[in-house]
């Protein structure tokens, strides 16, 4: 069956309108700054870095849709790829801090923004606020929630379906609902090279038993 292309004039306007969507998110995140869609500097997308894996992006890269309340105070590195369907429950009272290089994974909800526990001020509807700040290098798996006044350090990694409720320590693995740090990023021993050619060896010698040949 022959796949079926979009006719080049359909193709212009979907990168158009991508681009544009670019320029609009520039404007929340940055709205003192001027943007023009006509200035590829300032439309970075997923087709500029593959043609340039050495262009500087301007603007993180995020797969649509993605949900937020205000925008007002969430701030996200140009570095940063969001994954789809990302909600970010956000508040004017409260920032929301996405850092350098992170990855966040689809599915991912953020929430700063929260509500008053005393049992006379549940009917008024007040909400307050606490920033969220997920640090430089982070991996924040599918499905994660991240709950208001949370801090994630820098090279951290949240598993998928965690239910992040305190801060998480720079260079830690955690994962878990809650979540709770598993181990540290480098607590790994590293292996010797004798460990290695045993292990190598070992192998060889169950693949030459499958095989019916011996390995020498």
Avoid at 49 to 62: D, E, G, H, K, W
Avoid at 116 to 124: A, C, I, N, Y
Wanted: proline share 7%; hydrophobic share 40%; glycine share 10%.
């Amino acid at each position: 069956m022959a796949r079926s292309t979009s006719p080049p004039a359909e193709g212009r306007r979907v990168q158009i309108r991508a681009l544009v969507r670019v320029a609009a998110w520039k404007r929340i995140i940055n709205p003192e700054t001027t943007y023009d869609n006509g200035r590829e500097e300032d439309t970075f997308t997923a087709d500029i870095a593959f043609r340039n894996p050495y262009a500087v992006p301007s603007a993180p890269l995020i797969k649509a849709p993605i949900y937020l309340d205000y925008g007002l105070r969430a701030h996200i590195a140009p570095t940063t790829f969001v994954n789809r369907n990302c909600v970010i429950l956000d508040t004017p009272v409260a920032d929301v801090r996405i850092g350098e290089h992170a990855n966040i994974g689809p599915n991912v909800t953020i929430i700063s923004v929260g509500h008053s526990q005393g049992v006379d001020e549940h009917g008024k509807r007040l909400s307050n606020g606490s920033d969220v700040i997920i640090g430089d290098y982070t991996w924040i798996g599918a499905r994660v929630t991240i709950l208001p006044g949370v801090e994630i350090g820098c090279h951290s990694i949240i598993g998928a379906g965690s239910v992040v409720t305190k801060d998480v320590p720079a260079f830690s693995v955690a994962h878990g609902n809650p979540a709770r740090v598993m181990r540290k990023i480098g607590d790994e021993v590293a292996k010797e090279p004798e460990d290695i050619i045993t292990g190598l060896k070992e192998a060889l010698e169950h693949q030459g038993r499958a095989d019916g040949m011996p390995h020498r």
